[in-house]
């Protein structure tokens, strides 16, 4: 595995991957599960239910149930549109510059095929 310098808005990870997408996954999975972890702390130590939450079904579509809508918005307020990717070091992108989205969008296939797995298996 290569190591890889990720960067975009306040991201700054150096990750071990197979390649650049892979790298650029890694990073957009670990600002989503914090920001979840963090959501899901603040559920718990309010008095408020999460099925109390005012969010309607369209807002929810095609995002895996398990991810509170909430926390993956705050996950991207920490990105900018293109994610850099560097083997060199930060402020370079000589293995990529990755759209943002994409990167969001290949991640959410992830964790949606994750839960169907999770499903099937119990």
Not at 26 to 43: G, N
Not at 62 to 89: C, H, K, N
Not at 105 to 110: A, D, E, G, K
């Amino acid at each position: 595995m290569a190591k890889y310098y990720i960067q975009s808005g306040n991201v700054c990870y150096v990750v071990g991957a197979c390649d650049v997408e892979g790298a650029a996954l890694w990073a957009m999975h670990r600002i989503m599960d914090e920001k979840i972890c963090d959501y899901e702390d603040a559920i718990l130590e309010s008095d408020i239910s999460p099925f109390d939450l005012p969010i309607s079904d369209a807002h929810l579509q095609d995002i895996p149930q398990a991810v509170p809508y909430e926390a993956m918005l705050e996950g991207l307020a920490q990105f900018d549109e293109t994610i850099l990717v560097s083997e060199r070091g930060f402020g370079h992108d000589d293995a990529g510059e990755l759209e943002t989205e994409e990167i969001f969008h290949q991640w959410r296939q992830l964790m949606q095929a994750v839960d169907r797995l999770h499903d099937r298996l119990g």
